[in-house]
Nanobody, 127 residues
Framework: QVQLVESGGGLGQPGGSLRLSCAAS????????MGWYRQVPGKQRELVAA???????QYADAVKGRFTISRENAKNTVILQINSLKPEDTTVYYC?????????????????????WGQGTQVTVSS
């Protein structure tokens, strides 16, 4: 019913910048918190940054001052601007969203709230 599609990962140089984007589409009634997570192989997925529908942001200590999360509510999109890239930023980044979605069943709308994940986008920092 709802898909999150990420884009913008790739190769960046130390000290450089990358911009990740995630667009939600489908049977969306509203979106609450949107966020970005990353997962290093062998470790748990960790929150990098999150933003609520009113624009309140939260960042992991490791990325404060370097990462900026923003969203375009009209486009159901969340963006992660990554500056001052470090080699330790190398991993897969996942978009996440709390979505109130709906189904039209025989003319009756049914609403549900679920967490959705994107497929992940690789960020590699190397010179």
């Amino acid at each position: 019913q709802v898909q999150l599609v990420e884009s913008g990962g790739g190769l960046g140089q130390p000290g450089g910048s990358l911009r990740l984007s995630c667009a939600a589409s489908g049977s969306i009634f509203s979106i609450g918190v949107m966020g970005w997570y990353r997962q290093v192989p062998g470790k748990q997925r960790e929150l990098v940054a999150a933003i609520s529908s009113d624009g309140t942001t939260q960042y992991a200590d490791a990325v404060k001052g370097r990462f900026t999360i923003s969203r375009e509510n009209a486009k159901n999109t969340v963006i992660l601007q990554i500056n001052s890239l470090k080699p330790e930023d190398t991993t897969v980044y996942y978009c996440n969203a709390d979505v109130a979605d709906y189904q039209d069943i025989d003319g009756v709308f049914h609403f549900n709230t679920s967490q959705y994940w994107g497929q992940g986008t690789q960020v590699t920092v190397s010179s």
